[in-house]
């Protein structure tokens, strides 16, 4: 499944517009199998190819445009899909960017990193893409 997953990411990260946060919004929220199967799928593959990998050790930290979060090796679909909503709702996650950056966004917020943890990792020269510019 973590396959299928990763290339349903691939397909739909081909494009910046392609696949929006409100279409991800709409397929989590889905009552059809296509829809349900493209939400897992994408955050799945989103996941997978967002961790950070130490000396070929995957850590229990992901890094994505750069936007951090930390959080269980294993994460709850449900509980990932809830945090989404929730914080767009709040506005710290922007449904009218990019699928990835929304759901980036709205992990880094629901799983921060404590200090700690970040200072062992190289930084990236990316900051986040900020909403209110």
């Known amino acids: 499944m973590k396959f299928v997953g990763v290339v349903v990411f691939c397909l739909l990260s081909t ?21 349900s199967a493209r939400c897992e799928g994408f955050i799945s593959g989103f ?35 809830e945090a989404l909503f929730d914080i767009s709702r ?11 950056v929304m759901l980036a966004q709205s992990l880094s917020v629901t799983y921060p990193c404590g200090g700690a943890a970040v200072s062992r990792f190289p930084s990236l020269s990316l900051s986040p893409i900020d909403s209110d510019k």
């Open 15 to 35: 494009s910046a517009t392609a696949y929006q946060g409100v279409d991800l919004g709409r397929d989590c929220r889905g009552s059809n199998d296509a829809a």
């Open 47 to 81: 996941v997978a190819g967002a961790q950070v990998d130490i000396e070929g050790e995957p850590a229990n930290m992901w890094r994505y445009l750069g936007y951090t979060w930390c959080g269980p090796v294993v994460f709850d679909l449900p509980a990932i899909v």
């Open 90 to 100: 709040t506005g710290q996650a922007t449904p009218h960017f990019p699928a990835p």
